[in-house]
Nanobody
Framework: QVQLVESGGGLVQAGGSLRLSCAGS????????VAWFRRATGKEREFVAA????????KHADSVAGRFSISRDNALNTVSLQMNSLKPEDTAVYYC???????????????????WGQGTQVVVSS
């Protein structure tokens, strides 16, 4: 089993920055790929970023590329999402998710992730 707890959400003005953290527990966390998804009110959950277990393979959604950056520290069992140049359209509940794909890779679809955190709210004001 893997347990995930997100933190770092809050209210920020457009153009500002936030850093989200996903703290993992359980023996398998360091061998899991981890992704961030978000769900805005009235919208489907969407992929934001993913990182393989080693950190060697990373993917960011086009909508956040160049503004957001995912990273991990396996010694601390944490995955972070640095969010810069935030826009009102980034307002959503952000979730981290974990899974164990074959090899040092990640999944892009939320249905492939087995473990989920409770989410953290991000509100970007204009």
């Amino acid at each position: 089993q893997v347990q995930l707890v997100e933190s770092g959400g809050g209210l920020v003005q457009a153009g500002g920055s936030l850093r989200l953290s996903c703290a993992g527990s359980g023996r398998r966390f360091s061998s899991c790929a981890v992704a961030w998804f978000r769900r805005a009110t009235g919208k489907e959950r969407e992929f934001v970023a993913a990182i393989s277990w080693s950190g060697s393979n990373i993917k960011h959604a086009d909508s956040v590329a160049g503004r957001f950056s995912i990273s991990r520290d396996n010694a601390l069992n944490t995955v972070s999402l640095q969010m810069n140049s935030l826009k009102p359209e980034d307002t959503a509940v952000y979730y981290c998710a974990a899974a164990a794909p074959p090899g040092d890779y990640y999944f892009l679809d939320d249905v492939d992730y087995d473990y989920w955190g409770q989410g953290t709210q991000v509100v970007v004001s204009s």
